[in-house]
C-alpha cells in the first residue's frame, strides 16, 4: 500500500515563503512523476509543479519564479518552496505519485491527503 503524507503547511503573511514536503512510504521500486496541485475553495483542483524522476521540472505559469519544486529519489520525497505568496493562492495543497512500481505490483497515480496553506495578515 502505497501512501503520501504532506508536511509542512499554515499560515503565512502575504509575500512570505513556506515549504511543503511529501514523503512517499510503502514497498516502493521507483515513482516516475511527483508533485503538488491545490485547489482553492469553490474551484477546481489545478498542477501547481511536478518532477520526474529524472529532475525534469513542470511549473505552472502563475508560479514560475517563485516556487521551486525539488525531490529527493532515494528517499521518495518531494519538496515545494513557496515564496512571495499571495492570499490567493491559499487552498489545501495535494501531492500527487504518478506511475508508482511496488512489490505489490503498479499505480497509475496516488493522491495524499492534502495540507492547508492559509496566506492572510
Known amino acids: 500500500q502505497v501512501q503520501l503524507v504532506e508536511s509542512g503547511g499554515g499560515l503565512v503573511q502575504p509575500g512570505g515563503s513556506l515549504r511543503l514536503s511529501c514523503a512517499a512510504s510503502?514497498?516502493?521500486?521507483?515513482?516516475?512523476?511527483m508533485g503538488w496541485y491545490r485547489q482553492a475553495p469553490g474551484k477546481q483542483r489545478d498542477l501547481v509543479a511536478s518532477?520526474?524522476?529524472?529532475?525534469?521540472?513542470n511549473y505552472s505559469d502563475s508560479v514560475k519564479g517563485r516556487f521551486t519544486i525539488s525531490r529527493d529519489n532515494a528517499k521518495n520525497t518531494v519538496y515545494l518552496q513557496m515564496s512571495s505568496l499571495k492570499r490567493e493562492e491559499t487552498a489545501v495543497y495535494y501531492c500527487?505519485?504518478?506511475?508508482?512500481?511496488?512489490?505489490?505490483?503498479?499505480?497509475?497515480?496516488?493522491w495524499g491527503q492534502g495540507t492547508i496553506v492559509t496566506v492572510s495578515s
Open positions: 510503502g514497498s516502493i521500486f521507483s515513482i516516475y512523476s
Open positions: 500527487s505519485a504518478d506511475e508508482v512500481r511496488t512489490a505489490a505490483g503498479y499505480r497509475a497515480a496516488v
Open positions: 518532477i520526474t524522476d529524472g529532475g525534469s521540472r
